[in-house]
Each structure stands twice: as structure tokens, then as C-alpha cells.
């Protein structure tokens, strides 16, 4: 399984990015895949799911501002980042559950100037 995340770049405050998370290896119709971040000096959080079913939930810190979507025909997902805040800076990951074996993209940097 792996996972390539995409999209990420410099963005004055109350821009907007589009993350793409490319999945290889398994199916995101089988498999969910979220959205974590990391931001320096602090640990990883979680920031947004979509699972396999279809349902997807957002963290509260950025529920208004992000969504997260996914186009099945690419077994890949997305996620929209808007009124981007300096809080929101980070390196930001995807992963998937598989067998209880958790798999990690390689992270995409977004750095929100204020």
C-alpha cells in the first residue's frame, strides 16, 4: 500500500489549498483514508476521515473551513483547505488502515503566512 500526498505549498492567511492523497495498493472503497497533520514542535493530530462506507468527519479545529472528498474512479482523496489561518501550518499526511497495518504517505508541507 502506498500513499502520495500532494498539494500542498505557501498561502497567505484566508487562502485556499486543495491536498490530493493518490492511493496505490488497495482500495479507498475498502480501505478509509485520513488526514493528519503536524505542525512544528508538535505532535500529529488527526484533521479529517472518509471511510470506506462514504461517511467523512472533520476535526472540530477546522470543521467550516475544510472538507474532505473523494473521487473513487482515482482511488483518490482530497482535501479542501479554506480561510487557511497561520494555525494551520504543518506537514500534512494521509494514511490508511489495512489488515491493522497503518500506512503513511510521505507528508506535503503547507505553510499559511500571516
Known amino acids: 500500500v502506498q500513499l502520495q500526498a500532494s498539494g500542498g505549498g505557501l498561502v497567505q492567511a484566508g487562502g485556499s489549498l486543495r491536498l490530493s492523497c493518490a492511493v496505490s495498493?488497495?482500495?479507498?472503497?475498502?480501505?478509509?483514508v485520513a488526514w493528519h497533520r503536524q505542525a512544528p514542535g508538535n505532535q500529529r493530530e488527526w484533521v479529517a476521515t472518509?471511510?470506506?462506507?462514504?461517511?467523512?468527519n472533520v476535526a472540530d479545529s477546522v470543521r467550516g473551513r475544510f472538507d474532505i472528498s473523494r473521487d473513487i474512479a482515482a482511488n483518490t482523496v482530497y482535501l479542501q483547505m479554506d480561510s487557511l489561518r497561520s494555525e494551520d501550518t504543518g506537514v500534512y499526511y494521509c494514511?490508511?488502515?489495512?489488515?491493522?497495518?497503518?500506512?503513511w504517505g510521505r507528508g506535503t508541507l503547507v505553510t499559511v503566512s500571516s
Open positions: 494514511t490508511c488502515l489495512r489488515r491493522s497495518v497503518r500506512y
Open positions: 472518509f471511510a470506506a462506507g462514504g461517511a467523512s
Open positions: 495498493g488497495t482500495l479507498i472503497t475498502t480501505n478509509g
